[in-house]
């Protein structure tokens, strides 16, 4: 997250209140049942945010079938070759248009999280999973 510029530790502004945030943790098992990975998630408690003081809209980015049926017919008509593509994880690489504050992860080892008042926050650059 911190090679991908998701957040810049700054003092918190006055009047703003930071967001909280939840570590889930998840084992990834092989066919067999041993452990493949472990894997981390840092999850926003996104449903702290208020309408028209954190997020404006929501919005999911999802195709309707009536777009894809049509996609569909003209590739068949006019004799093309369909191909998809999937980027994972593609909404947490775009960036932020609100200011939203989060605390620091518990964990979380950088030289400028050890601060005097007011006390320093995440101030989100990019989205993270559980925002609005």
Not at 60 to 70: D, Q
Not at 102 to 129: D, F
Request: hydrophobic share 40%; glycine share 6%.
């Amino acid at each position: 997250m911190e090679l991908n510029n998701t957040w810049t530790i700054v003092p918190l502004p006055q009047g703003k209140k930071p967001i909280s945030y939840k570590w889930i943790f998840k084992l990834k098992l092989n066919s067999d049942g041993t452990i493949a990975r472990h894997k981390a998630r840092l999850v926003a408690k996104g449903f702290t945010q208020q309408y028209g003081l954190d997020f404006q809209e929501t919005f999911s980015p999802v195709a309707k079938i009536t777009t894809l049926r049509l996609l569909i017919s003209l590739a068949a008509s006019n004799g093309w070759h369909l191909a998809q593509l999937d980027i994972n994880n593609v909404f947490l690489n775009g960036t932020l248009s609100e200011e939203i504050f989060m605390n620091i992860p518990q964990g979380y080892q950088h030289s400028v999280t050890k601060g005097p008042n007011p006390p320093l926050v995440c101030k989100l650059n990019r989205s993270i999973y559980g925002l609005k």
